[in-house]
């Protein structure tokens, strides 16, 4: 079964610090992953993802993801931290071979930046 | 950004009670799902659609049921609401082809059972 990991409950910056959102995962094939994230009270947005080639991937707002599969790993991540870049980030993989665009989530992170 | 609606946002209702939040897209994405989110759990797939009049369970569909008559429209039913189904419910759509798995959220629906 597809799962994915996402070890850490919080991830503390600083502004204008690098950051990481570490996302492990666990598929049977190819892989087809995701990136969201909540902002307080609002639904999830789309950020980036990988289907296959490049395995950096970018996104919005400056992100940007790196796949690993070797590690099976797909990690968050941006050069450089803004205070509004906090907020709760959720990793997906999508189910098999489905088509349907079904997502398996994570149990998100939330990326705290500090002034 | 994708036009996508949930009502109501927020419910407070009470045990035994049924209960239907409802869905309205305006990009005529084929796919509509339903999922909750606990803390702990992350989002949690409830059910989802795949075309009008075409539905199925996801990781946690029972207490709950869908109905899709529309392109744009998925409801959700608490046929009998418990505690356990106190959630914040988001719905979400999406498209097909190389833009599968790139979903558009709703607010959520914020749901409390007494």
């Known amino acids: 079964a597809q799962s994915v990991a996402q070890p850490e409950d919080q991830v503390n910056v600083a502004e204008g610090n690098p950051l990481t959102v570490k996302c492990t995962y666990s598929?049977?094939?190819?892989?087809?992953l995701f990136w969201y994230v909540q902002y307080p009270n609002r639904g999830l947005q789309f950020l980036l993802k990988y289907i296959t080639g490049d395995n950096l991937v970018k996104g919005s707002y400056g992100f940007e993801a790196e796949f690993n599969k070797s590690q099976t790993s797909f990690h968050l991540k941006k050069p450089s931290a803004l205070v509004s870049d906090s907020a709760l980030y959720f990793c997906?993989?999508?189910?098999?071979?489905?088509?349907?665009?079904?997502?398996?989530f994570g149990q998100g992170t939330t990326l705290q930046v500090k002034p | 950004d994708a036009g996508i609606t949930q009502s109501p946002r927020h419910k407070v209702t009470e045990t035994g009670t049924p209960v239907t939040l409802r869905c309205h897209q305006t990009e005529n994405h084929r796919y509509m799902y339903w999922y909750r989110q606990d803390p702990g759990h992350g989002l949690r797939l409830i059910h989802y659609?795949?075309?009008?009049?075409?539905?199925d369970k996801g990781e946690v569909s029972d207490g709950y049921s869908v109905s899709r008559s529309k392109t744009e429209d998925f409801l959700l039913t608490l046929e009998s609401a418990t505690s356990s189904q106190t959630s914040v419910y988001f719905c979400a759509s999406g498209g097909t082809g190389v833009n599968t798995g790139e979903l558009f959220f709703g607010e959520g629906s914020r749901l409390t059972v007494l």
């Open positions: 598929v049977s094939g190819n892989p087809y």
């Open positions: 659609s795949y075309g009008v009049k075409d539905t």
């Open positions: 997906a993989v999508r189910e098999g071979s489905s088509n349907t665009g079904k997502l398996i």
